[in-house]
């Protein structure tokens, strides 16, 4: 599916709204759990990272798998799928990120002794993780390759998301936007736009997709608005969003 946005939900209500790349709903369903973070899946379905569960579902609502931790002190916090292959991001009792297959079983974890609020897939058998004032970059295996630390520790990297060879990270704090770096981290533009955000997801037109309390926007990576959706209900909270497109090659 695609050309969707999936934007997660709490608050009054709770689940998951499926959108058109001009915000506009196609559809919608409830669930009973509150969702830290949600990625899209290639197969007209989405995971969903909530407390010590990992949910599978297609995007009509079917439950396809729910992964229960057993140990109730863990707390998934942010998830990302790439090809065969679903990242989520951990802590409460322990802290890190797990890698696993599309049945949801594991293949690996690393513990990195962190908070992480949001996880992306890169291109290279890696993840970026947002964390505080920090980006990391680090291997699937757990070897760390960079630590981006922002000089100001009054800032925090609410989540992450990487297209191609550009990482985009949304931030709040003493200043809230996004920035855009390459790969190696380096900052090559930033837009502060005065909106605390949820979680960040690349669009397919140089765009990006924001979740800020009851607002879901648009932005050109300028920083640039193209559309606020503002929910009329102000105690619905987006708490995740993610999007699927084709890439034209």
């Given at each position: ?48 990272a909530a407390k010590n569960h ?7 609502g079917t439950l396809i798998k ?89 800032i925090n990297y609410t989540d ?90």
């Open positions: 599916m695609n050309n969707r946005v999936f934007a997660s939900y709490s608050g009054s209500q709770r689940g998951v709204t499926v959108r058109d790349l001009d915000l506009n709903q196609l559809s919608y369903f409830g669930d009973d759990f509150i969702i830290n973070g949600i990625s899209a899946g290639v197969n007209d379905d989405v995971f969903f990992i949910f599978h579902y297609k995007t009509d729910d992964m229960t931790f057993p140990i109730e002190s863990i707390n998934y916090t942010g998830i990302t799928v790439s090809g065969n292959k679903v990242f989520a991001s951990y802590n409460g009792s322990q802290l890190g990120f797990t890698v696993r297959d599309y049945d949801l079983n594991q293949l690996s974890y690393v513990n990195t002794g962190f908070d992480i609020n949001g996880i992306a897939a890169g291109i290279n058998d890696d993840v970026f993780l947002a964390s505080g004032n920090h980006i990391y970059h680090y291997k699937t295996n757990g070897t760390l390759i960079k630590d981006m630390t922002f000089p100001i520790n009054t992450v998301t990487v297209i191609g060879n550009s990482v985009y990270a949304s931030y709040n704090g003493s200043q809230q936007g996004f920035t855009i770096r390459n790969y190696d981290l380096d900052q090559l533009s930033y837009a502060n736009i005065g909106h605390d955000i949820n979680s960040i997801a690349a669009g397919p037109d140089n765009d990006l997709y924001l979740a800020s309390a009851n607002h879901l926007f648009n932005y050109k990576t300028d920083g640039s608005l193209i559309k606020d959706m503002n929910f009329p209900i102000d105690t619905i909270n987006y708490t995740g969003v993610s999007v699927t497109f084709a890439i034209i090659t």
